[in-house]
């Protein structure tokens, strides 16, 4: 039929086999059906970490939860949406071009130098494109330009990009068809989705931080050679 509801477990599907079927449903009713999947482990993981006095403190989530791709449609969701639209829709996107194509350029440059190299068969192609998207967001998001290849930045935001993935994939946490488990703490033997949880989680707030951090003290300096200065 046009309408199909699976259940397999806790996760519930629902099956729209019509272009009709999913413009009656999605269009009238969008507020109900633009929320994003539940993806316990990406999103909703606690970290347990044991305290002194027997007592169990909830630190944090797995590291994901605030992202724009995983957030619920709620008031956050639409704010960070309309923020995000004003500065990356089509009416503003002109205002990269020229960074944009340097990078393009710089991108070129260096796939006919690996060419002339040796790297005949692109062996490098994936690692220089992935480089250059992270370096072209780097500098809009925060006006930061990689120096090098093997940039420290670069090379986190590579490793939690790997991570986010691997996150997300279907079926490979089990945390996620029994979101009870999501409560297990660190320390528990035999079970590692825990500990890697807390140890992604770390390695994403530094992403989130220390650009931000960076930024901020770019700023504070700034702020204060003009003071200085007036």
């Not at 370096?135 to 998001?141: C, D, F, G, P, T």
């Not at 946490?173 to 890697?196: D, E, H, M, Q, Y």
Request: hydrophobic letters at 40%; glycine letters at 4%.
């Amino acid at each position: 039929g046009d309408v199909v509801y699976p259940r397999a477990a806790s996760r519930h599907v629902l099956i729209l086999n019509s272009h009709q079927t999913a413009l009656d449903l999605l269009e009238p009713k969008s507020a109900i059906f633009s929320s994003k999947p539940r993806i316990v482990f990406a999103s909703d993981m606690y970290v347990l970490l044991p305290l002194p006095i027997y007592t169990i403190s909830i630190s944090s989530r797995c590291g994901f939860g605030k992202t724009l791709v995983l957030t619920p449609y709620n008031a956050r969701m639409r704010t960070a949406r309309k923020y995000f639209n004003s500065l990356m829709s089509s009416h503003h996107a002109p205002q990269y071009w020229t960074l944009e194509e340097a990078a393009a350029r710089q991108l070129v440059r260096r796939i006919y130098e690996d060419i002339s190299g040796g790297d005949e068969h692109g062996e490098r192609l994936f690692e220089r494109i992935k480089w250059t998207t992270a370096s072209v967001a780097l500098l809009i998001a925060y006006g930061y330009e990689p120096a090098k290849l093997d940039d420290p930045l670069i090379r986190m935001e590579g490793a939690t990009s790997s991570y986010f993935e691997q996150a997300t994939t279907p079926g490979a946490w089990i945390v996620n068809s029994i979101p009870a488990l999501k409560r297990l703490p660190t320390w528990l033997p035999f079970i590692s989705f825990p500990r890697i949880a807390a140890k992604w989680r770390r390695e994403t707030e530094d992403v989130v931080n220390y650009p931000f951090e960076m930024v901020r003290a770019q700023i504070v300096s700034y702020l204060i050679s003009v003071t200085s200065n007036s």
